[in-house]
């Protein structure tokens, strides 16, 4: 523990500090009428000016007028000392930057990371970046002596509220980690470092909290956790020991119903409680009654608001909040005296450009400490590390302890301001020679280029020292982090580095795939050998010109399965609820792509996009398409705000394939599981033992035309699999006209397995007898890229995601990690069908192909429809319920668009005389392929 220290005493002449540019000239945009005292505001302001995104910068507190006159800031300081930690925030991260006034009124409180300027923050882990506790108090003191060890590792802290000496935390705790770090409400006195459990993280329900709030003597936290969905009730008064669940008590309910989702700040005032919803279809904020111990959300001003502070007048409420969550966003005033819902705010300040406005407190008698000047080390040159994999940083590296070949670091050294860099050299240095030894570490260095390849000696972590020196003198200094993750088990096993949640694969020839995942949009190629990728492709385009976010930037479709029509590859979200029950859009995606090429030469290229699925399959099931009882797959219950699709009985699609007719879209669900009783075929997440026990798959008809040709969406038939209780986590064709299948439970306890089966639904599927795994590791497999027959003893590769699992030993999850310092895993598998498929190359007769529609070149233009292809009549289901009457109600429309001159044809490549043909698209064309 660190003593409690003299705070940090602001100079009282002002510096030359970046974040005394955040208010605009004028600060004061629109008049406020003052009332007879105006009210002292504290906003916490982020931003140096230059950086963005989750870059570390500086934080200071500016002080307002309620008339938005600027009266002076307080600077946190960014360095640190011997008794006080760095601390910064990341320059957009709208989740982070609550501000609150402490119980008592003797400090302003808020959270940030013990990091350098520059450095990631949110998405860090702690062996890289404390959490941090920064306390203002009335004379511009700052103190930052309180640390939070490992806790909120890899994700937000979001907020902190104080009583006399004594802290309580709110974030995001890390799921792999061992109490108290995976814990959402912490507490710890002031200058500790050893937090203490408020809410256990035992569950994704619980680890997962926003902004605390302290209100009458009781602690409170908002959540969007779809259990706790509001504003909670933490146990009694001020808990300083861990509660139990059920003292973890909602008080006022998310009003879903009302397009409002995740709430952040929160206040009390008079005798209504006022919550930003940030999140939703119509983010705003909502204005809460009491009634009958509870709140109830009775008006709503619409608009994002994030920070929140209010107080009661006499002529109602006062509310000052930050409206808008990106750079140049404002504080405003909002005078709540009955018509809530009306009323208009009163801008007091804009944000400059390249700084925000995150929290809001009042601050009565709280006087400017001064601001914090930056000045960061003076080098001669600085080192420009090359981004290898998408979205990655460059300066770091995972390596996999015994392999021949692991990714090197490479880059550039700059001169700054012209500086001459003759006889520079660069030194790297370890501080862990059990990981990797300096004599392990290989430098090239050209005078300008360079390259970096450690050799590792041992699994764990160290952040190696990279230096640019001549003749004793620094140049220039940075770190690379080297991460080392154990041996593979097997000689077949593969490492592939820059993603975790790798959840659909597509084989392109020569050991190469194109993957998708959980987490990030794009897809990466990767070669047959362990490594990182080797392309990527931002198919959504560089701004999104290709596929709109629906919710906000950075959402993603939560890519989960593929399906190959000749040369079109179809890549598909999810479709549902995220886990904690927030409705999210942007999952309804289908994204159709364009291969070319082979191996290391693939090329991929956007073709067109397609949304409106969701809405499709809960008017079918609403309307009783699949001929049982209207809404009995409960889909438009599993699409509702506050469910989640973690369960059997949510909506989740995992799995997709080509149908035999070789034109429609076979989704496959991981969830719901359905029947056998087809009067309540799905049951209900709450209920445990209520699920059903088959898979399901559904039909949409001619995917290309509504996908590459703008037509509508029809759900054209639909059945179901005896699959041993287990959901469908995958499949593909296969080359000799069968379907392989992925399954595995509809829940997070695995149980995979791999079947066989003839895609005729009177078949039933073929359990593999080889089990499935090539360690005690968890982890998910949910994809089957290449399968060329399942005649025994065929080999095939399988996929294993692993975003949940400790890769490094060091209690961080796979996913929560940096992209560079992320893999997931490839093997051998081979089937063993005890000769169900032996010498059955043939399952039946192939329907001419049909090639996806073209689209008009022109800039712009329609597509051109070269005619309507009638889908397959519906097949009436069996005896035993497994399959439906396929009966359709009318088509929905989608939407989307065809990129403009996409052509899809089938693609031969003759290479010496060989024809090679794409499994999966062998079959579709009635082709036979040469081996």
Not at 185 to 214: K, Y
Not at 713 to 728: K, M, P, Q
Not at 750 to 757: E, K, L, Q, R
Request: charged share 20%.
């Amino acid at each position: 523990m660190r003593s409690r220290p003299r705070r940090f005493a602001m100079p009282a002449v002002l510096a030359v500090a970046l974040t005394s540019a955040a208010l605009a000239a004028p600060a004061l945009a629109v008049p406020v009428a003052p009332e007879p005292e105006l009210d002292r505001i504290a906003v916490s302001v982020v931003g140096d000016g230059t950086r963005t995104g989750n870059e570390g910068v500086p934080v200071s507190i500016h002080l307002l007028e309620s008339d938005g006159t600027f009266i002076g800031e307080t600077g946190i300081p960014y360095a640190g000392d011997e008794e006080n930690y760095r601390f910064v925030l990341g320059a957009d991260r709208d989740q982070a930057g609550a501000l609150q006034l402490s119980a008592d009124g003797t400090e302003l409180t808020i959270g940030g990371y013990d990091a350098d300027l520059g450095a990631q923050t949110n998405a860090s882990t702690t062996v890289d970046t404390l959490r941090v506790v920064g306390a203002v108090a009335p004379d511009g003191s700052v103190d930052v002596s309180t640390s939070l060890a490992g806790a909120f590792s890899g994700s937000h802290i979001r907020g902190v509220v104080a009583d006399a000496s004594r802290y309580w935390v709110g974030g995001h705790g890390n799921s792999g980690a061992p109490a108290p770090y995976d814990a959402g409400v912490l507490t710890i006195e002031a200058g500790g470092d050893d937090p203490t459990v408020v809410v256990p993280g035992s569950s994704g329900q619980l680890r997962n909290h926003r902004v605390p709030v302290i209100h009458k003597g009781q602690l409170y936290v908002s959540s969007d956790r779809s259990d706790y969905s509001g504003i909670v009730r933490v146990g009694e008064g001020l808990p300083a020991v861990p509660i139990s669940e059920a003292e973890f008590e909602v008080v006022a309910r998310t009003p879903v119903a009302d397009g409002r989702d995740v709430p952040h700040d929160f206040a009390f005032a008079g005798e209504h409680l006022y919550v930003a919803y940030t999140g939703g279809t119509d983010p705003a904020l909502v204005r809460y009654a009491q009634q009958d111990g509870g709140w109830d959300a009775d008006e709503a001003l619409e608009g994002e608001f994030w920070g929140l502070t209010a107080r009661d007048s006499e002529a109602g409420t006062v509310l000052y909040a930050t409206a808008g969550s990106h750079f140049g966003n404002s504080v405003v005033r909002i005078a709540d005296e009955g018509e809530f819902a009306e009323v208009e705010p009163e801008v007091l300040a804009v944000a400059a450009e390249n700084f925000a406005f995150r929290g809001v407190a009042l601050a009565p008698g709280f006087q400017p400490g001064g601001p914090v000047e930056v000045i960061e080390e003076d080098y001669l040159a600085e080192f420009a590390w090359d981004q290898r994999t998408a979205h990655g940083v460059g300066n770091a590296l995972s390596a996999v302890l015994g392999e021949e070949v692991n990714a090197v670091a490479t880059g550039r050294l700059l001169p700054v301001d012209g500086a001459d860099l003759t006889g520079a050299e660069i030194q790297v240095t370890s501080s862990a020679p059990e990981v990797v030894s300096e004599e392990d570490i290989d430098v090239d260095f050209d005078g300008t280029t360079f390259r970096i390849a450690p050799t590792p000696a041992g699994t764990g972590t160290v952040d190696l020292d990279v230096l640019a020196v001549r003749e004793g003198e620094v140049l220039a200094r940075s770190t690379l982090r080297y991460w080392v993750s154990a041996a593979l088990p097997t000689a077949d096993a593969r490492a592939h580095v820059g993603l975790a949640d790798a959840s659909t694969a597509q084989d392109v020839g020569e050991g190469y795939l194109l993957v998708a995942d959980d987490d990030t949009l794009g897809i990466r190629l990767y070669g047959p050998a362990s490594g990182e990728p080797v392309a990527h492709f931002d198919i959504h385009g560089e701004n999104h010109e290709n596929i709109p976010y629906v919710r906000q930037p950075g959402e993603t479709w939560d890519t989960e399965a593929s399906a190959r029509l000749r040369d079109t590859i179809f890549w598909i979200g999810s479709l549902g609820n995220s886990r904690s029950g927030n409705v999210r859009p942007d999952r309804d995606t289908i994204a159709a792509t364009t291969v070319s090429g082979s191996g290391a030469g693939t090329e991929l290229a956007f073709a067109g996009y397609t949304r409106g699925v969701t809405d499709a399959l809960v008017a079918w099931d609403n309307d009783g398409g699949h001929g049982l009882a209207p809404g009995a797959l409960r889909f438009e219950r599993a699409t509702q705000a506050g469910y989640s699709a973690e369960g059997p009985n949510s909506l989740n699609v995992e799995a997709a394939a080509i149908a035999p007719d070789g034109e429609s879209l076979w989704l496959g669900f991981r969830s719901p599981l359905v029947g056998p009783d087809l009067e309540a075929p799905v049951g209900d997440n709450e209920i445990p033992g209520s699920a059903g026990e088959r898979a399901l798959i559904v039909e949409i008809g001619s995917i290309a035309d509504v996908v590459l040709g703008g037509a509508g969406i029809e759900v054209t038939d639909w059945f179901t699999l005896d699959l041993d209780g287990r959901a469908l986590r995958g499949m593909t064709e296969t080359a000799d006209g069968h379907y392989a299948l992925q399954a595995g439970s509809a829940d997070d306890t695995g149980n995979f397995a791999i079947y066989g089966w003839s895609g005729d639904r009177d078949d039933a599927p073929v359990e593999s007898a080889n089990p499935l795994g090539m360690w005690d590791r968890d982890g998910s497999y949910e994809s089957l890229p290449l399968v060329p027959s399942l005649e025994d003893g065929t080999t095939i590769r399988v996929l294993q995601d692993v975003g949940t699992v400790d890769l490094y030993g060091n209690g961080l999850e796979a996913q929560e990690l940096p992209q560079e310092l992320q893999k997931f895993y490839s093997h051998d598998y081979t089937l063993d069908f005890g000769g169900a498929f032996a010498g059955d190359d043939d399952a039946g007769p192939d329907p001419e192909p049909t090639d996806p529609p073209t689209t008009d070149p022109g800039p712009g233009g329609p597509p051109t429809d070269p005619g309507p292809v009638d889908p397959p009549s519906g097949e009436e289901g069996s005896d035993d319920g497994s399959g439906g009457p396929g009966t359709t109600p009318g088509a929905l429309p989608a939407t989307g668009a065809a990129a403009a001159g996409m052509v899809p044809l089938a693609l031969l490549a003759i290479l010496g005389g060989a024809v090679l043909v794409w499994w999966s698209g062998a079959r579709r064309a009635g082709l036979t392929a040469q081996l």
